[in-house]
C-alpha cells in the first residue's frame, strides 16, 4: 500500500455517550435505547425460597400466580438483586439447590455472592430510586448477619 492509499484509510470515531464532562445531555448524543418490554423478557420458573408464602399443594395454581416476566412481570434491578440473593441464601444452605432438593452450606461461594453484591451496591450508589436502595441495604445487612451467625457456629436462623 502507497503512503496515499494509507492516508485514505482511516478509523471514524464516534462518541456516543449521552452526558458531557458536567453531567448534561449532550446535544448531539444518540437517542437513549428503548427500554425493555415485558414481551420481549424471558420466562423464568419461580424457586420456592424466603417470601414464598402460598399454598404449595395446589401446583397449577402455583403455576398460574408465579407465571413469570411474561405474564407482566419483567427482570428489572430488584428482581436481579433478589436473585443474587437467593443463590447466597442457597450457599448458606437456608434453601435447597433446586435441581437437587438438597440443603448444602458452601460458605466460601456464600462470601462470594455477598462480595459480588457489595461491589454491586458501590458502583450503583446515587443511582438506584430509593425503594431499590432500601431493598438492596435490607438484603445486604440480613445476608452479612445470617453469614456471621453461620461462620460462628451459632444456629441458622428459620
Same mark, same amino acid.
Given at each position: 500500500?502507497? %503512503?496515499?492509499? @494509507?492516508?485514505?484509510?482511516?478509523?471514524?470515531?464516534v462518541?456516543?455517550?449521552?452526558?458531557?464532562?458536567?453531567?448534561?445531555?449532550?446535544?448531539?448524543?444518540?437517542?437513549?435505547? +428503548?427500554p425493555?418490554? +415485558?414481551? +420481549?423478557?424471558? @420466562?423464568t420458573?419461580?424457586?420456592?425460597?424466603?417470601?414464598?408464602?402460598?399454598?404449595?399443594?395446589?401446583?397449577s395454581?402455583h403455576?398460574?400466580?408465579?407465571a413469570?416476566?411474561?405474564?407482566g #412481570?419483567?427482570?428489572? #434491578?430488584a428482581?436481579?438483586? %433478589?436473585?443474587?440473593? %437467593?443463590?447466597?441464601l442457597?450457599?448458606?444452605?437456608?434453601i435447597?439447590? $433446586?435441581?437437587?432438593?438438597e440443603?448444602?452450606?458452601?460458605? $466460601?461461594?456464600?462470601?462470594?455472592?455477598?462480595?459480588?453484591?457489595?461491589?454491586?451496591?458501590?458502583?450503583?450508589?446515587?443511582?438506584l430510586?430509593?425503594? @431499590?436502595?432500601?431493598? #438492596?441495604? +435490607?438484603?445486604l445487612?440480613?445476608l452479612?448477619?445470617?453469614?456471621? %451467625?453461620?461462620?460462628?457456629?451459632?444456629?441458622?436462623?428459620?
Amino acid at each position: 500500500m502507497s %503512503q496515499d492509499e @494509507e492516508k485514505q484509510v482511516g478509523v471514524k470515531v464516534v462518541d456516543r455517550r449521552r452526558l458531557d464532562d458536567e453531567g448534561g445531555e449532550r446535544p448531539d448524543a444518540p437517542p437513549a435505547p +428503548a427500554p425493555a418490554t +415485558a414481551s +420481549a423478557a424471558v @420466562e423464568t420458573p419461580h424457586v420456592h425460597g424466603p417470601g414464598c408464602n402460598h399454598d404449595h399443594d395446589n401446583d397449577s395454581e402455583h403455576d398460574h400466580e408465579h407465571a413469570g416476566p411474561a405474564a407482566g #412481570f419483567p427482570i428489572d #434491578f430488584a428482581t436481579f438483586i %433478589q436473585s443474587l440473593a %437467593q443463590q447466597a441464601l442457597m450457599h448458606l444452605g437456608l434453601i435447597p439447590y $433446586p435441581d437437587t432438593g438438597e440443603h448444602m452450606r458452601e460458605l $466460601p461461594l456464600a462470601r462470594q455472592t455477598i462480595d459480588i453484591l457489595q461491589v454491586l451496591h458501590d458502583k450503583t450508589k446515587g443511582n438506584l430510586t430509593s425503594d @431499590e436502595k432500601q431493598l #438492596f441495604d +435490607a438484603i445486604l445487612h440480613d445476608l452479612r448477619l445470617v453469614y456471621v %451467625q453461620i461462620a460462628e457456629g451459632k444456629p441458622a436462623p428459620k
